[in-house]
């Protein structure tokens, strides 16, 4: 099936440069291009893609409320944000509107699309130069949420174990090799605690592990 997406980016070079590489691929293809957020709001309205890829600092609407209106207008469209690491001070914004993947732009243009490949399927992706920046950056900023680690109750021993590896940035793959157990199995537990915890994605499960103590933020 291919994956239908939206380029949403003010800089036509950037669009360009990930529309020459998709165009190349048999999977994906780019049905829409948005110079805004509100375009990519209006797009994604009429084209109900899979994967909207969402710059952060557009002008007029920005790349944190788009996502939040896409993510909360009901459809089942999920947004990989797409940033400039060394200047998005408010790039943990988007962890709260919804977003499901979080690359830079320096990133391969492979590693893009295998990242909008991974969150088409369902999962969510933090590009590991990002992660631990990101989680520091949000966590120092949330005070108003302390660690609750009544919310950890109703899971296993084993479960709290593939929590604090998801927190670390496993993949599954990785968090199977650790355990020694089957990539499936590791599937089932992640499975497990997106339904127990009432999460929406893996990217919330993290949160919850620097929220709750299972992971340090960095320091």
């Known amino acids: 099936m291919t994956i239908r997406v939206v380029l949403a980016d003010d800089q036509p070079l950037v669009r360009a440069a990930l529309l020459m590489v998709i165009t190349e691929t048999a999977d994906i293809e780019v049905v829409g291009e948005a110079a805004n957020g509100a375009e990519a709001v209006r797009l994604t309205e009429e084209l109900a893609p899979d994967v909207v890829v969402m710059d952060l600092r557009m002008p007029g609407t920005d790349g944190i409320e788009a996502t939040r209106l896409i993510t909360t207008s009901g459809n089942s469209t999920r947004v990989v944000v797409l940033t400039t690491f060394d200047d998005d001070d408010y790039v943990y914004g988007a962890l709260d509107a919804g977003a499901s993947g979080f690359l ?52 296993t021993a084993r479960e709290r174990e593939v929590l604090t590896l ?10 199977a090799a650790a355990l020694c157990i089957s990539v499936a199995t590791a599937k089932t537990y992640l499975t497990r605690l997106l339904a127990k915890l009432d999460a929406r994605d893996r990217v919330q499960l993290v949160i919850l592990a620097y929220e709750v103590g299972l992971v340090a933020p960095p320091r």
């Open 166 to 175: 998801v927190g670390k940035g496993l993949s599954n793959t990785e968090i």
């Open 104 to 155: 830079v732009k320096d990133m391969a243009l492979n590693d893009i699309l295998a990242a909008v490949r991974i969150v088409a399927a369902g999962d969510a992706l933090i590009a590991p130069g990002v992660t631990r920046r990101l989680i520091k950056e949000f966590t120092a900023r949330r005070t108003s949420a302390p660690p609750r680690p009544a919310e950890l109750g109703g899971i």
